[in-house]
């Protein structure tokens, strides 16, 4: 049941989307020329900096090398244009698409946005996009504002779905890494590019923050809590993706994958690899009366790159000891109006419990667990006027939904949003909060609202709302939400019209 709410949830996130992607700009003579260790790219000047777009920081993992940890990308003779988009990572259409969508295995590509003159120190933001581990891609988010604010921001692809964190006790034998964490290794090896690249485009290799929204919150968490991932990054970002309700265990993963092999009639990695691209993803959709497989194929624990659960690893101290921002969005569920029939819209009972079980109150306690550690800042998304992100009817209220800041801190070139002077003042706000996050492992800086750090019950929330930034105590979101219910229940409540 929680998967299945954070997969709806997460793939309205990427509803406005990824794979119609916008069109790009033609690459202008003489435009700026980046040097990295594989070869020269050439982006793209823009108004607010640089932007140098499907870089490959990966081998394609096709053929024999599906279902292999990533292998180093090729380099080049001479200056290979950086200006469209690399194609986004292969995966079914979004239900809330709508529209064709064209993507590929051929997919590990990231993109780079810089400012128009960078120093060579500047902090770098690692973004990993939402999409419940299944749909998605990073050039669906414009990072011009972020980095026009003083970072160097890298948005990247990772492998989804049956790709990225198919499990099976076959593929678990072919490598020391186990098998079901494929998406996650090439987030590893995005990061392991920034290391040798960062500073090429003006950014700091030892100032990286890894950041991401909803399944990028919990691959962000995967990384904090992944030993392989330590010192390829410095800060943690967790926007509406608590830690504790992303991952799996090895035995159940395998089981789930099993079954998906018998769908395509496999019981040999060969078998798998030989099998199209359509045909694996048309395994994951269930039909009526069948399970869903996808909600099998996320992250997964006991592994190597995932020891243990986020449950146990954190009260044990098992952690990366960085800088943490965790928040939430007030309406967390009320996507889920767009397939079910509830009166009263955001404010809902049905989609308050299910925020508050399934988003709220898990995020705080990461938070309450994490402070006794690192320091942590939390915040919560209550404005409730941002224009939808997806392709949901205009009528349809959603309030502070999924994916809500989203929109303050990005540009969405496929699906333009346009936001009032309020709310461009909380974006402007937003973006110098993540900024000052970046550069110093605290959000407070000149000119913005303070942002007390957090502590269990005496502490405060960041309050972010067009009307004005405020905080409220930690005691108060506890009551608010309810969590002295749901820290003390297991499962959430059924959603009308999916029993």
């Known amino acids: 049941m929680i998967r299945r709410v954070l997969r709806v949830a997460a793939a309205c996130a990427v509803a406005a989307a990824v794979l119609a992607a916008p069109a790009t700009q033609a690459a202008a003579e003489g435009g700026p020329v980046v040097t990295t260790d594989k070869g020269q790219v050439e982006g793209v000047a823009t108004d607010l900096g640089r932007v140098f777009r499907g870089i490959p920081f990966a081998a394609p993992p096709v053929g024999p090398a599906r279902w292999k940890p990533p292998q180093p990308a090729a380099a080049w003779n001479g200056v290979r244009p950086a200006v469209e988009h690399g194609g986004a990572c292969a995966q079914n259409a979004s239900p809330f698409m709508g529209r064709d969508q064209v993507t590929n295995e051929d997919c590990l590509y990231l993109d780079v946005y810089a400012p128009a003159q960078a120093?060579?120190?500047?902090?770098?933001?690692?973004?990993?996009?939402?999409?419940?581990?299944?749909?998605?891609?990073?050039?669906?988010?414009?990072?011009?504002?972020?980095?026009?604010?003083?970072?160097?921001?890298?948005?990247?692809?990772?492998?989804?779905?049956?790709?990225?964190?198919?499990?099976?006790?076959?593929?678990?034998?072919?490598?020391?890494?186990?098998?079901?964490?494929?998406?996650?290794?090439?987030?590893?090896?995005?990061?392991?590019?920034?290391?040798?690249?960062?500073?090429?485009f003006g950014g700091n290799p030892g100032n990286v923050t890894i950041s991401g929204q909803s399944a990028g919150s919990g691959s962000v968490c995967s990384h904090v809590l992944s030993p392989s991932s330590r010192g390829l990054f410095h800060r943690a970002v967790m926007q509406s993706g608590p830690c504790q309700l992303v991952?799996?265990?090895?035995?159940?993963?395998?089981?789930?994958?099993?079954?998906?092999?018998?769908?395509?009639?496999?019981?040999?990695?060969?078998c798998l690899r030989g099998k199209g691209a359509g045909e694996l993803l048309?395994?994951?959709?269930?039909?009526?009366?069948?399970s869903d497989l996808s909600l099998s194929l996320a992250p997964t624990t006991g592994t190597p790159v995932l020891p243990k659960a986020a449950a146990d690893a954190f009260p044990a101290g098992e952690y990366a000891k960085v800088p943490m921002l965790i928040g939430t969005t007030k309406h967390e569920a009320s996507t889920l109006l767009t397939s079910t029939d509830v009166e009263g819209g955001p404010d809902s009972a049905i989609v308050r419990a299910l925020t508050n079980a399934a988003f709220s109150?898990?995020?705080?306690?990461?938070?309450?667990?994490l402070e006794d550690g690192v320091p942590v800042h939390m915040y919560e998304f209550t404005e409730p006027n941002v224009p939808s992100v997806y392709a949901t009817p205009?009528?349809?209220?959603?309030?502070?939904?999924?994916?809500?800041?989203?929109?303050?801190?990005?540009?969405?070139?496929?699906?333009?949003?346009?936001?009032?002077?309020?709310?461009?003042?909380?974006?402007?706000?937003?973006?110098?909060?993540?900024?000052?996050?970046?550069?110093?492992?605290?959000?407070?800086?000149?000119?913005?609202?303070?942002?007390?750090?957090?502590?269990?019950?005496?502490?405060?929330?960041?309050?972010?709302h067009a009307d004005g930034v405020t905080n409220v105590s930690d005691a108060r979101y506890y009551t608010e939400h309810t969590c002295a219910v749901w820290d003390n229940t297991e499962g959430l409540p059924e959603i009308p019209g999916t029993e």
Not at 155 to 183: C, Q
Not at 282 to 290: I, M, S
Not at 361 to 366: K, T
Request: hydrophobic share 40%; net charge negative.
């Open 394 to 464: 205009p009528e349809l209220e959603l309030g502070a939904y999924h994916g809500a800041e989203l929109p303050l801190l990005f540009d969405f070139p496929a699906r333009p949003i346009t936001l009032n002077p309020a709310q461009q003042e909380l974006a402007a706000t937003m973006v110098g909060y993540w900024s000052r996050f970046a550069a110093t492992g605290d959000p407070n800086g000149p000119g913005l609202p303070r942002w007390p750090a957090y502590r269990p019950v005496i502490g405060r929330v960041q309050n972010l």
């Open 119 to 200: 120093s060579g120190n500047l902090p770098v933001i690692v973004w990993f996009h939402g999409g419940a581990f299944a749909y998605g891609s990073g050039s669906t988010y414009d990072a011009q504002r972020l980095a026009a604010a003083g970072n160097v921001v890298v948005s990247v692809n990772y492998r989804l779905g049956v790709f990225g964190f198919l499990a099976t006790p076959e593929l678990s034998g072919e490598d020391a890494a186990k098998s079901g964490n494929y998406g996650i290794m090439d987030q590893q090896a995005a990061l392991r590019w920034v290391q040798a690249n960062a500073a090429a």
């Open 247 to 270: 991952a799996r265990a090895l035995p159940d993963a395998e089981t789930a994958g099993t079954e998906l092999a018998q769908e395509v009639g496999c019981t040999t990695a060969e």
């Open 361 to 369: 109150c898990p995020a705080r306690r990461d938070a309450k667990v």
């Open 282 to 290: 048309d395994a994951t959709v269930p039909a009526e009366g069948e």
